[in-house]
């Protein structure tokens, strides 16, 4: 089998990590891309340790700095000339947050990192991914997004440069979920701009994982309690590394492209109503996601951001010209 590339972000850490070493034991070069180096290496020598595969590199990667996701992607194209999988693993959810926070770029954190970032890292690596047979990108997503079946949910698109952070009651939980739900419209979004050149581009619905031991010591103690308790019911995140590796590499899924996947490997399907007794049932179930992400204003809203934020000319034929 000719050696596969795949790259995952956040890989030193929970499902990141789980999925690096599935990536690694089934033979594939893998390339963590992690923001804390001193972390990271122990985590890399780990892995290829346990599956004698040392073809698992690690790169220097903070997915909410644009600066960053630039050098990572020149010295990611200079080092390699092949990459058949893309997974935008990392996220910002710091539990015991209160304050409103801002990336270098002067995004709120949570979109910097969990939204623009997946965004732009795609985006400058679609050229190489384009070479690939059988390119896929999987964006992590979760069960948060479907707190907008409620109809008055919207995205705060007029407070994410800080706007009104000092007068606007803030909530990690709902950037986090704002980020998420901008990040499954960027998914179908991108779907469409990249599949003249083959590129699948999926997301996934995580529901809940055992957090790392890194992860929980981050929070302040109330939150540290409740994730331990959590973390006795939690599925281990191998479970969901599973589900990365089977979307990513499957016959299933190659030709999947644009869709939402739930935990169970199902493809999620848009509400019809958000009303009566189906919205107990959109609400409860896994089978729907709100139709909020697929609104073309909302699509469009966060497209343009994606244009005017990263000054990146992104249309599909730029794309093209790179080849
Ligand atoms: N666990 C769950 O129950 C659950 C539920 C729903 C969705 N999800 C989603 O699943 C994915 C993985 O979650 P997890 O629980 O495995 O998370 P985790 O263990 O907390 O790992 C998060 C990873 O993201 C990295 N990261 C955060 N900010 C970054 C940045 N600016 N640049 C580069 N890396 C950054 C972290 O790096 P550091 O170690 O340097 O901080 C860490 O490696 C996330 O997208 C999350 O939103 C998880």
Not at 81 to 110: C, F, M, P, T, W
Not at 167 to 176: A, T
Request: with cysteine; charged share 20%.
């Amino acid at each position: 089998m000719t050696e596969k590339y795949v790259m995952i972000t956040g890989a030193n850490s929970g499902i990141g990590r789980a999925a690096a070493l599935k990536f690694a034991s089934e033979g594939y070069h893998v390339i963590m891309a992690c923001r804390n180096m001193k972390i990271s290496v122990p985590v890399q020598n780990e892995i290829i340790a346990s599956t004698k595969n040392s073809h698992v590199d690690l790169l220097e990667l903070d997915i909410s700095s644009f600066d960053s996701i630039r050098r990572f992607c020149k010295i990611f194209k200079s080092s390699y000339s092949r990459l058949d999988i893309v997974i935008n693993n990392a996220a910002y959810l710091n539990h015991g947050e209160k304050e409103y926070k801002l990336s270098a770029d002067q995004i709120e954190l949570s979109f910097a990192t969990n939204a623009f970032g997946p965004f732009l890292l795609t985006h400058l690596l679609a050229d190489l991914l384009a070479k690939s047979p059988d390119p896929r990108v999987l964006n992590a997503c979760t069960t948060n997004v479907k707190n907008f079946f409620d109809p008055k949910r919207k995205i705060e698109f007029d407070n994410l440069r800080g706007e009104l952070k000092d007068v606007r009651p803030y909530s990690k939980y709902k950037m986090y979920g704002d980020s998420k739900m901008a990040l499954l419209i960027l998914t179908f979004k991108m779907a469409e701009q990249y599949k003249h050149l083959g590129i699948k581009i999926n997301a996934i619905q995580i529901n809940r994982v055992k957090l790392s031991k890194e992860t929980i010591n981050k929070m302040r103690s109330f939150w540290k309690v409740l994730a331990w308790v959590q973390n006795l019911t939690n599925p281990l995140p191998v479970y969901m590394a599973d589900n990365y590796f089977h979307i990513c590499t499957s016959d299933e899924f190659k030709n999947s492209t644009g869709q939402f996947i739930n935990h169970h490997k199902n493809i999620i399907t848009p509400s019809i109503t958000e009303k009566g007794v189906a919205q107990v049932k959109n609400i409860f179930g896994f089978s729907t996601y709100p139709r909020y992400a697929l609104d073309p204003q909302n699509m469009e809203q966060i497209w343009t951001l994606c244009k005017s934020l990263t000054n990146e000319k992104i249309d599909a034929n730029r794309v093209q010209a790179l080849l």
